[in-house]
């Protein structure tokens, strides 16, 4: 059985010219892309990090014990000053043991006009909690963290709070426009922080080694860390940190086949969404063992399963497990719901893609 916990085939050069130059077929896709977690565990020994380390950063939070969190700071009146005190400042705050995906960019504002402009930087506000400043105008840099506890969030706002250009925090563990719009216009990972270890895209490196080379902004090596530049194609598709959200999405559609063939290892055979098998006795059996589970979300099983359809579309996949010896991978996709209480609840549902038969089916829900 080979795992990966994600990939993002979303802009990924390398498996656009596999298919579009090379004409590699799908079951050489997907070869390919499992050989490429066999190369980044190559490339991690000596770290003492395996890939298994990376899961937790990979897949989105629950946003209660952990969270995906954004801070935003206004770049005004001197952009370069306050990146260099925010490069200065940030690195100690993280806590030494924790293990999170960091994402890092400029709120990206061009080339729309004034009053895109300004309807982006006021869902920005809104966000956060916060009315609209008389002084919006400004460039906005933003710093998101998966798989971040509330303790070290509070570590991170309380300490930025003292400074003019912070702007303030909030949780987007779940859906919203702006999570969306910033995950396909602003934000990619520029570090993954496991314990002490701090890695980064390097393209200068094999792809089975690792260097020391830090191609970030940020000084973790200062502060004791130690530093692993992974090469860059393999940093890009297998520890970026593809950030969940349904309502908008990047990809194109060649990237939306070259995804589904790593997935189903079948020339020009879609995930077939028409109708997910969803099992009554498995149903029932969820009913009556989880029944918080179920009394919380209040979803009908025709309900439940327009959400799975309206996911998979998405390709949003994770956890995806190849197992040819009984025709099948299994995968991951999260789904958010709103109680009868008004709290957001994110559930994980596992399903099978059967080879033989092309069908999904529900495996379970947690």
């Not at 897949?59 to 925010?86: H, M, T, V, W």
């Not at 909690?129 to 506890?149: A, E, P, Q, T």
């Not at 995930?271 to 209040?298: A, S, V």
Request: a neutral charge; hydrophobic letters at 35%; aromatic letters at 14%.
């Amino acid at each position: 059985m080979d795992i990966i916990y994600s990939i993002e085939a979303r802009d990924t050069i390398i498996y656009n010219m596999l298919y579009d130059y090379l004409g590699l077929n799908a079951k050489e896709l997907q070869k390919e892309a499992i050989g490429n977690v066999k190369m980044l565990n190559d490339a991690l020994k000596g770290t003492n990090v395996l890939y298994n380390d990376f899961k937790n950063t990979l897949l989105p939070s629950d946003g209660r014990k952990y969270c995906e969190q954004l801070f935003a700071f206004r770049l005004y009146p001197d952009d370069n000053k306050i990146y260099q005190d925010i490069a200065e400042s940030v690195v100690p705050l993280f806590n030494k043991d924790s293990r999170c995906n960091i994402l890092i960019g400029d709120l990206i504002l061009y080339p729309y006009d004034f009053d895109t402009k300004k309807l982006l930087i006021k869902s920005l506000y809104s966000t956060i909690g916060k009315r609209l400043s008389k002084n919006w105008r400004s460039d906005y840099f933003l710093i998101y963290v998966n798989h971040i506890k509330q303790e070290n969030i509070e570590i991170i706002d309380n300490f930025f709070k003292k400074k003019k250009y912070y702007v303030g925090t909030a949780d987007l563990s779940f859906e919203s426009a702006f999570k969306s719009y910033i995950s396909i216009a602003s934000v990619l990972t520029t570090y993954v922080k496991i314990g002490k270890n701090i890695f980064s895209a390097d393209a200068d490196v094999d792809f089975d080694k690792h260097s020391h080379t830090d191609n970030g902004p940020w000084d973790w090596a200062k502060y004791g860390y130690q530093i692993y530049g992974i090469q860059d194609s393999l940093f890009q598709t297998l520890l970026k940190y593809k950030i969940d959200t349904s309502i908008g999405t990047s990809l194109s559609s060649n990237d939306r086949k070259i995804n589904t063939m790593i997935m189903t290892s079948q020339d020009n055979q879609d995930l077939p969404i028409g109708d997910i098998k969803i099992d009554d006795r498995k149903l029932d059996y969820l009913e009556k063992h989880q029944l918080t589970l179920f009394d919380k979300i209040e979803v009908t099983k025709n309900n439940l399963k327009k959400e799975i359809i309206n996911k998979i579309q998405n390709q949003a996949f994770y956890n995806i497990k190849f197992m040819p010896e009984h025709n099948v991978v299994t995968f991951n996709i999260f789904l958010e719901f709103t109680n009868k209480y008004n709290i957001k609840i994110k559930l994980i549902i596992a399903l099978k893609y059967d080879f033989k038969l092309k069908e999904i089916s529900l495996v379970t829900i947690c």
